[in-house]
């Protein structure tokens, strides 16, 4: 179910009050340069237009243009001659090359629409391939005619790796499932497919040297040769590399099931269902161990053409090394001092085993030590800190923290994420006539340990600053201090954990209160500290060790994915991804992002075929029975499932995080963020700005009494099926968040207020509704307390 047409999402961006650098045309990434001519128009188009291509042969690409251009428009295109004259979209390339994408193809092109036609010139296919995408952005069904607006477009990418990590061996991607993706990255000019393809619970691809693989360890889901040979060649025909992994030495529990030999202990192994760091490794000492390793980079480099090839190597648990006897003494009679030292030895072995296949090697940071050769190439999962001392010893880097889409996140957060290490521009500076408070917290989380920091607070000339420090990571500036009260102040702060927002309230000489990491609340404790405590300053590589920084990758790991509701948790939200690898760095204005997000949105579905929509549907018509699905509808607008790994972590405490754990709640089948809460929050500040702000009154009021109408029809599913009686407590919470809702909203229009009293009550209200349930969180409780805090006596 689409939102909004895709008239009314360009009609919405063309009427929108947009920030430079990025306007108002519905393009994402958002290109390098974007001029209008002062008189604006447009070229109106038929379906008599025609294509042309010269200086070099696009395939297939023009058909499946053609093809796009009567999906968006409805119509039936009319034949056209091959290469017709004075065609409505021409395209020059000038030069011919290889059809294989590698790491520096060319992908600049120029894109002009005028009176005459449209006109595109790239120097090869991989700049026409993506003015193809920004094309087909720009077709608008206006209220008389289809067009394209008058515009010239000069682009070309900030970084040259731009991926996607798609993990096929927690849970299984079918080819089709796996080539709507490629159409999706295409759209977004993504150009890496990271294919993850084996794991602890599950090999996913045959091997003629080692068939067990397939036959033990992976419950008959895995692709031949053939089918992988399938993807590469759809990927290529888009522009799009295709980079294998297969994880060495450690998360290699499916290794252990059908080769125990290999494993660095005797086991026995079974399949592995459970999710988390586990202890099979391969045993660096057995010459076996690297004949294994050289068939796979074999097999794969015969069927992957491209120029690397990721050798995993994160997350190795070493219990098995120290418990074993001949390791250990390997260990002593080579030298190496521990186990880091150990997977170095190992990974040499496989570089030159690469090398000898002519690949480099791709590897988390785990591999990244001073023996390996500076070819290699490290994606870090670990942050721009280790990302940052990569690029400072000379090492080229990939970033994919921050980018983890399958952490349920707000687009804004993964939008804010810099590639480029950030200094802290002196904000952690204490003059002399600053006035400084710091305060330690702990933190504890579902999963693990409890997280311990501090953070300070300083106030100097007029204006508030502070930084935070989570014990072991590097300094963080915090932005958008507010003191609520003399007693309370929240701030904000991105971390590897999301968009954090500490709500702390401050008795004498200790703190309360909680961290919002996402939309979820994790309470804190802590207390007033007597000095400013010195923190760890960022790794920030100088201007020219920055050009080791090649990009980066969102990932989608498949502990909480399966393939019916994969288009959910990837688009739109990886649209925003692209673009802060493709679009220069000043293009970061979150609410014009959203914006033209919308629109990208709709048009992603109707013109890729993207599923994130119908995905949807589906889930919501099996959850309702069959029935009417408006009521979920209407209810998901005020939901948004548990943010940050929490999902994950009560899964774990639950003893259900595991293979076979059920994904279909009603939050599997909730988009990362509600876009009614986001407009409702908008709605809030304007209101509570301008208590005479009329519109944003009425539209608070339609929402609250939309979501009062929908209770009884709601409550009737949760009924009708198992699967949705979870969340009967949350339809009554959310129809008593309505009425508060409405009354506030009359109360902050007609600047009325509460005693404290009331306030407080209604608070324990909007409390308790924010509690985890069933896996999500009413989303809808922040922006009533906004127009909670309005009410106060002023």
Same mark, same amino acid.
């Given at each position: 179910?689409?939102?909004?047409?895709?008239?009314?999402?360009?009609?919405?961006?063309?009427?929108?009050?947009?920030?430079?650098?990025?306007?108002?045309?519905?393009?994402?990434?958002?290109?390098?340069?974007?001029?209008?001519?002062?008189?604006? =128009?447009?070229?109106?188009?038929?379906?008599?237009?025609?294509? +042309? %291509?010269?200086?070099?042969?696009?395939?297939?690409?023009?058909?499946?243009?053609?093809?796009?251009?009567?999906?968006?428009?409805?119509?039936?295109?009319?034949?056209?001659?091959?290469?017709?004259?004075?065609?409505?979209?021409?395209?020059?390339?000038?030069?011919?090359?290889?059809?294989?994408?590698?790491?520096?193809?060319?992908?600049?092109?120029?894109?002009?629409?005028?009176?005459?036609?449209?006109?595109?010139?790239?120097? &090869?296919?991989?700049?026409?391939?993506?003015?193809?995408?920004?094309?087909?952005?720009?077709?608008?069904?206006?209220?008389?005619?289809?067009?394209?607006?008058?515009?010239?477009?000069?682009?070309?990418?900030?970084?040259?790796?731009? =991926?996607?990590?798609?993990?096929?061996?927690?849970?299984?991607?079918?080819?089709?499932?796996?080539?709507?993706?490629?159409?999706?990255?295409?759209?977004?000019?993504?150009?890496?497919?990271?294919?993850?393809?084996?794991?602890?619970?599950?090999?996913?691809?045959?091997?003629?040297?080692?068939?067990?693989?397939?036959?033990?360890?992976?419950?008959?889901?895995?692709?031949?040769?053939?089918?992988?040979?399938?993807?590469?060649?759809?990927?290529?025909?888009?522009?799009?590399?295709? %980079?294998?992994?297969?994880?060495?030495?450690?998360?290699?529990?499916?290794?252990?099931?059908?080769?125990?030999?290999?494993?660095?202990?005797?086991?026995?192994?079974?399949?592995?269902?459970?999710?988390?760091?586990?202890?099979?490794?391969?045993?660096? &000492?057995?010459?076996?161990?690297?004949?294994?390793?050289?068939?796979?980079?074999?097999?794969?480099?015969?069927?992957?053409?491209?120029?690397?090839?990721?050798?995993?190597?994160?997350?190795?648990?070493?219990?098995?090394? /120290?418990?074993?006897?001949?390791?250990?003494?390997?260990?002593?009679?080579?030298?190496?001092?521990?186990?880091?030292?150990?997977?170095?030895?190992?990974?040499?072995?496989?570089? &030159?085993?690469?090398?000898?296949?002519?690949?480099?090697?791709?590897?988390?940071?785990?591999?990244?030590?001073?023996?390996?050769? /500076?070819?290699?190439?490290?994606?870090?999962?670990?942050?721009?800190?280790?990302?940052?001392?990569?690029?400072?010893?000379?090492?080229?880097?990939?970033?994919?923290?921050?980018?983890?889409?399958?952490?349920?996140?707000?687009?804004?957060?993964?939008?804010?994420?810099?590639?480029?290490?950030?200094?802290?521009?002196?904000?952690?500076?204490?003059?002399?006539?600053?006035?400084?408070?710091?305060?330690?917290?702990?933190?504890?989380?579902? !999963?693990?340990?409890?997280?311990?920091?501090?953070? &300070?607070?300083?106030?100097?000339?007029?204006?508030?600053?502070?930084?935070?420090?989570?014990?072991?990571?590097?300094?963080?500036?915090?932005?958008?201090?507010?003191?609520?009260?003399?007693?309370?102040?929240?701030?904000?702060?991105?971390?590897?954990?999301?968009?954090?927002?500490?709500?702390?309230?401050?008795?004498?000489?200790?703190?309360?209160?909680?961290?919002?990491? =996402?939309?979820?609340?994790?309470?804190?404790?802590?207390?007033?500290?007597?000095?400013?405590?010195?923190?760890?300053?960022?790794?920030?590589?100088?201007?020219?060790?920055?050009?080791?920084?090649?990009?980066?990758?969102?990932?989608?790991?498949?502990?909480?994915?399966?393939?019916?509701?994969?288009?959910?948790?990837?688009?739109?939200?990886?649209?925003?991804?692209?673009?802060?690898?493709?679009?220069?760095?000043?293009?970061?204005?979150?609410?014009?992002?959203?914006?033209?997000?919308?629109?990208?949105?709709?048009?992603?579905?109707?013109?890729?075929?993207?599923?994130?929509?119908?995905?949807?549907?589906?889930?919501? #018509?099996?959850?309702?029975?069959?029935?009417? #699905?408006?009521?979920?509808?209407?209810?998901?607008?005020?939901?948004?499932?548990?943010?940050?790994?929490?999902?994950?972590?009560?899964?774990?405490?639950?003893?259900?995080?595991?293979?076979?754990?059920?994904?279909?709640?009603?939050?599997?089948?909730?988009?990362?963020?509600?876009?009614?809460?986001?407009?409702?929050?908008?709605?809030?500040?304007?209101?509570?700005?301008?208590?005479?702000?009329?519109?944003?009154?009425?539209?608070?009021?339609?929402?609250?009494?939309?979501?009062?109408?929908?209770?009884?029809?709601?409550?009737?599913?949760?009924? +009708?099926?198992?699967?949705? !009686?979870?969340?009967?407590?949350?339809?009554?919470?959310?129809? /008593?968040?309505?009425?508060?809702?409405?009354?506030?909203?009359?109360?902050?229009?007609?600047?009325?207020?509460?005693?404290?009293?009331?306030?407080?009550?209604?608070?324990?209200?909007?409390?308790?509704?924010?509690?985890?349930?069933?896996? $999500? $969180?009413?989303?809808?409780?922040?922006?009533?307390? !906004?127009?909670?805090?309005?009410?106060?006596?002023?």
């Amino acid at each position: 179910m689409l939102r909004y047409s895709l008239l009314t999402a360009g009609l919405l961006l063309g009427t929108s009050a947009l920030a430079a650098p990025a306007g108002d045309l519905p393009l994402m990434p958002w290109p390098a340069s974007v001029e209008r001519p002062a008189k604006q =128009g447009a070229l109106v188009l038929n379906n008599h237009l025609s294509i +042309s %291509v010269s200086g070099d042969d696009l395939d297939d690409a023009v058909g499946r243009l053609r093809q796009r251009i009567a999906l968006q428009t409805g119509w039936t295109l009319q034949p056209q001659a091959d290469n017709p004259p004075n065609a409505t979209i021409a395209i020059t390339i000038a030069q011919k090359v290889d059809p294989l994408p590698k790491l520096d193809s060319d992908e600049r092109y120029t894109l002009t629409i005028d009176a005459n036609g449209v006109k595109i010139a790239a120097n &090869t296919r991989f700049g026409a391939l993506r003015a193809m995408e920004t094309l087909l952005q720009l077709i608008q069904n206006g209220t008389e005619n289809t067009s394209l607006p008058w515009v010239t477009i000069a682009d070309s990418p900030r970084f040259p790796w731009r =991926g996607l990590l798609l993990d096929s061996a927690r849970h299984f991607v079918p080819l089709d499932d796996i080539k709507r993706q490629i159409d999706g990255m295409a759209a977004a000019k993504l150009n890496v497919l990271h294919w993850h393809l084996t794991d602890d619970q599950g090999w996913r691809f045959t091997s003629k040297r080692y068939p067990r693989l397939t036959q033990l360890a992976s419950d008959g889901l895995y692709y031949t040769d053939a089918q992988m040979r399938e993807i590469v060649r759809y990927a290529t025909a888009r522009g799009i590399r295709v %980079v294998p992994e297969i994880d060495m030495p450690g998360h290699a529990s499916a290794i252990a099931v059908a080769y125990p030999e290999l494993l660095s202990a005797p086991g026995p192994y079974a399949m592995e269902r459970h999710w988390g760091v586990l202890k099979p490794v391969l045993d660096p &000492t057995k010459p076996a161990t690297y004949a294994f390793a050289e068939a796979m980079v074999s097999e794969l480099a015969a069927i992957f053409p491209d120029a690397y090839l990721h050798i995993g190597g994160d997350e190795v648990d070493d219990t098995q090394w /120290k418990n074993n006897p001949a390791i250990q003494q390997f260990m002593h009679e080579h030298q190496l001092a521990d186990s880091h030292a150990l997977q170095a030895y190992f990974n040499r072995k496989l570089e &030159t085993i690469l090398e000898k296949h002519h690949r480099q090697m791709v590897g988390w940071d785990e591999i990244f030590h001073p023996d390996l050769p /500076k070819s290699i190439l490290i994606q870090s999962w670990q942050g721009q800190d280790a990302l940052g001392d990569v690029a400072k010893q000379g090492y080229k880097g990939i970033l994919s923290t921050g980018f983890y889409l399958d952490q349920p996140q707000y687009t804004a957060y993964h939008y804010r994420n810099e590639i480029v290490p950030q200094g802290l521009n002196n904000v952690d500076v204490i003059a002399d006539n600053d006035s400084a408070q710091s305060w330690a917290f702990t933190l504890p989380r579902l !999963k693990g340990s409890p997280l311990e920091g501090s953070f &300070t607070l300083i106030k100097g000339e007029g204006k508030w600053r502070g930084f935070i420090d989570f014990k072991g990571k590097s300094r963080r500036a915090v932005q958008d201090i507010d003191w609520r009260s003399d007693r309370q102040v929240s701030f904000r702060v991105d971390t590897w954990m999301g968009e954090t927002r500490p709500v702390i309230t401050i008795n004498d000489d200790k703190i309360s209160g909680y961290f919002l990491l =996402g939309n979820v609340r994790y309470p804190i404790s802590g207390a007033r500290l007597d000095d400013v405590p010195k923190g760890i300053a960022p790794v920030v590589p100088d201007a020219s060790q920055q050009a080791n920084l090649l990009g980066g990758e969102a990932a989608l790991w498949a502990e909480n994915v399966v393939a019916p509701v994969l288009d959910i948790k990837l688009w739109p939200r990886a649209f925003a991804v692209a673009e802060r690898l493709w679009s220069a760095q000043d293009v970061n204005d979150s609410d014009n992002m959203y914006a033209r997000l919308q629109a990208i949105d709709s048009w992603s579905a109707v013109s890729v075929g993207l599923q994130q929509h119908s995905q949807q549907q589906v889930q919501f #018509t099996r959850l309702a029975n069959n029935a009417d #699905t408006v009521p979920l509808h209407i209810l998901a607008q005020a939901i948004e499932p548990a943010q940050y790994y929490t999902r994950q972590h009560l899964k774990f405490q639950a003893g259900n995080y595991h293979q076979f754990e059920p994904l279909n709640r009603f939050a599997d089948a909730l988009t990362a963020e509600s876009s009614t809460v986001r407009q409702m929050n908008q709605w809030a500040n304007r209101l509570v700005s301008d208590a005479e702000d009329s519109a944003s009154a009425g539209a608070l009021r339609h929402v609250f009494n939309r979501w009062q109408n929908n209770t009884s029809d709601a409550l009737a599913l949760c009924e +009708s099926n198992y699967q949705l !009686k979870a969340m009967k407590p949350v339809v009554q919470e959310v129809d /008593k968040l309505a009425s508060i809702g409405l009354r506030l909203t009359d109360l902050v229009a007609r600047q009325g207020t509460l005693d404290d009293e009331e306030i407080a009550a209604i608070q324990r209200e909007l409390d308790n509704a924010a509690q985890v349930q069933d896996e $999500v $969180v009413i989303a809808a409780v922040y922006p009533l307390e !906004k127009l909670l805090r309005a009410t106060a006596n002023r």
